[in-house]
């Protein structure tokens, strides 16, 4: 097993994190993320490290996977039934396109789960576009409970709750 080391990003690190966005876009033919050329940018990445709320995994010094870890009031207005108490919402998980589908993603959202947890969070929140099936199969992987459906963006998405 690869020797994946998996830390907070710093704000130097966004040129990466936002090249990594533009990878895994570039590698989404079939569109099921709705990331593209407009979404994420290096501008969402600048806002995520400044509030010191991403994660990434590297694998010989390069970032090769990365999660945005925000307030959990973002999603407060969804018509959906959360869990009572303070959370915080998931988003931007993404990997190195041929690094997908090796648990790596799994891995890294434990890593920022734990640190939210540390921090006084009792639950994460997680939208996920409604036909991204490889996306969704992984929040219910890592247990993640649905809660409903939500039109977002000019975008219907899936809303999960993970109990931490």
Sequence with gaps: ??????????????????????????????????WNDEYPTREFADADLK?????????????????SRLPGDDLDDL???YTPGRSCVMNRLCGEPPRQR???????????????KAEGCVTER?????????????HEAMGCRRLGEAR???????????VL
């Design 102 to 116: 090796e648990g790596l993603g799994r891995r890294l959202a434990a890593y920022a789960c734990a640190a939210a």
């Design 152 to 162: 977002l963006y000019d975008l219907d998405f899936i809303v999960y709750e993970r």
């Design 51 to 67: 509030d010191g709320a991403v994660y990434v995994a590297r694998l010989d010094g390069k970032i090769v996977a990365s999660v």
């Design 1 to 34: 097993m690869e020797d994946f080391v998996f830390s907070r990003a710093a704000r130097e690190d966004a040129p990466e994190i936002a090249a990594l966005y533009r990878r895994v876009a570039a590698g989404n033919a079939e569109n099921l993320s709705g």
């Design 79 to 81: 018509p959906v039934a």
């Design 126 to 138: 997680h939208l996920c576009l409604r036909g991204n099936d490889p996306a969704n199969r992984l």
